[in-house]
């Protein structure tokens, strides 16, 4: 339940040797790979060491074309899978049998170049498609389409829309000549389609006249025959061409059942990407390549038993001070405390010289999370839920195998209070017994009720988030204890802890003590850092002086808002309450015990599904704004070692 300890890593090893011991360190899995920077900041190193090709591009590729493939099998040969089915287990011998790997890549090739083909069928049947509209008109013409006229005379084809009259076309032509001869051949809804038949030397004098009244010519360069013979002749195309598609879609189709094949071969090439570009971050010469990473100091006679099988010089080192920024960050945590690494990822990593949030956290964010929720009926649906996902669909993604496990902790946490508070689905069981007999009076027992009891549940709110800011504040502490400033420590977070403990002991018992304490506590150590800034007695006292209103202006303020914002774990509380009981009195007054217990049953699930988001989002503010605040050190990079992480299957290890 910490910050794990990592220790960086040098390696020099033969350049024959470089793939295989980049696939060594893909299956260990604990190792992140970069640039060796403290090599090349040696001028002399630097000058000799050249950036490493490994063929990342090759390796993209060939990953880019098994997704392609496997977006065409879902496309024209989709799976039926279960719902929550979990993903395929492999043995590490299979996920890495080359051979296998190769005949995947053929397969997706081909399947790519049917997909390709396809697309040049469906392109042709589109363009196709449109050529038959444009003649589709013409289609009454029995004049081959190519006819330009006889010795003397011109005859050409034209339109105008469907608004103009012909009468008027006709008279624009007849301004331009009287020899002229129009032919209405079809008319729709937004064309009038006619035959312009003039005298050769005229006919451009026609149709510019034509013009005026929105005429257009139109002309079918390249095509021959009538309109009708080609509307034919196009459909017999149509024809040939979706009995060739066919043949395809049957193709692919054919090879459904080699889709887990390709996904499998999918997460290799993804593995094979991740690799090579691991290997283009090396450096090397003519004969040897060099490396630089961090890895878990745990994990150090695991590496160390890998690297004896090369032909090597390597070495460990802790990392120094400087180098602290950029050591990656990885957290380790029991199945309690694991869940909330959602929380710290959706906020930020700590740095590696902080301080690991999730055990301190978890308790809180899980008992606020059921004091808002508070309901036994919705505790059991998020237990049910969590429980059915994680043992059947067995999640693996980086959000989501946190997310599920979580849900099943805040769901034990809600049922608790709802225990307490007797709410089942608010009053569904008291409500539901009264339909049945008027008569009863059966209430679920309860400790205590958010509606009658709101003041009670609002002083338990503001106690708990003392609670919280009171161990921030201690962590605090040790953060400065542990990096040698004891004094700031004893005068910052020892004298606000003394003065909101002595403000409680004076709530409850009238007890000035603690304040007296603390106030004193607060002048020395404000004394002391006037004395620690240096100047005369003048300046020390005024320094005190300030020193002391200062922090009672800004920490009095600060405490008493951040200890306000836990009258939200009230407020939501009494919210869900009293919508599952305006639900409930709205089935109840229908009188019947369908209608009671479908209108229930809507409102309930509206309520949940409000609530399981405002009671996270909620929740989220609390630890981020008013907890985090007081000792988090953010700016961690994740650990991002070179693994085997897959999309599809479960790699068994052997």
Known sequence: MAIVKMKKLRVIALREQRDELMRRLLRLGCVEVHEPEGMLEDPEAAEVLRPEHAGLTEARGREAEMDSALKVMAHYA???????????????????????????????????????????????????RDEIESLRPWEALDLPLETEGTKTCAVTLANVPAQVDMESVADAAESATELVQLILVSQDEQQKCFLVIARKDELAAVLDAMRGVGCTPVSFPGVTGTAAENIDARKRKLAELDVQKKDLEAKIGQEKAKTGSLRLSADRLATETAEAEAAERLRGTDSVV?????????????????????????????????????????????????????VTDMYALPAYTGVDPNPLMAPFFILFYGMMMA???????????????????????????????????????????????????????????????????????????????????LVGSLALGVVQILTGMAVSAWKKCRDGDKLGALFEEGTWTVILVGLGLFAGLKTPIGL??????????SALKAVKNGGGPVKIVMGTVTGVGGSLYNNITGYFSDILSYSRLMALMLAGAVIAQVFNTLGGITGNVFAFVLISMIGNALNFALNILGCFVHDMRLQCLEFFGRFYEDGGKPFRPLDMETKFVDIVKE
């Open 78 to 128: 989709p799976e039926k899978r279960k719902m929550l089915s979990p993903r395929p287990e492999v043995s590490e011998a299979d996920f890495l049998d080359e051979k296998a790997l190769e005949s995947d890549v053929a397969l997706a090739r081909e399947i790519n170049s049917w997909d390709s083909q396809l697309r040049r069928i469906a392109a042709d049947q589109v363009r196709i």
């Open 290 to 342: 060099a490396l630089e990473g961090w890895f878990p100091a745990e994990d150090e006679a695991a590496l160390t038993d890998c690297l004896k099988g090369f032909d090597c010089a390597y070495e460990y080192a802790d990392p120094t001070e400087e180098e602290y920024p950029d050591v990656p960050v990885k957290l380790k945590n029991n199945p309690v405390t694991r869940p909330l690494n959602m």
């Open 375 to 457: 309901d036994m009926g919705y505790g059991l649906i998020m237990m049910l839920i969590s429980l059915i996902v994680v043992k059947k669909a067995k999640p693996r993604g980086p959000t989501v195998r946190n997310l599920f496990p979580l849900l099943g902790l805040c769901g034990v946490s809600t049922f608790f209070f709802g225990a307490i508070t007797g709410g089942f689905f608010g009053d569904f069981i008291p409500q539901l017994l009264k339909i049945i007999n008027p008569e009863s009076t059966f209430a679920l027992p309860a400790l205590f009720s958010p509606l009658d009891d709101a003041l009670a549940v």
């Open 516 to 525: 007296i304490i603390g106030g004193v506590m607060l002048v020395v150590g």
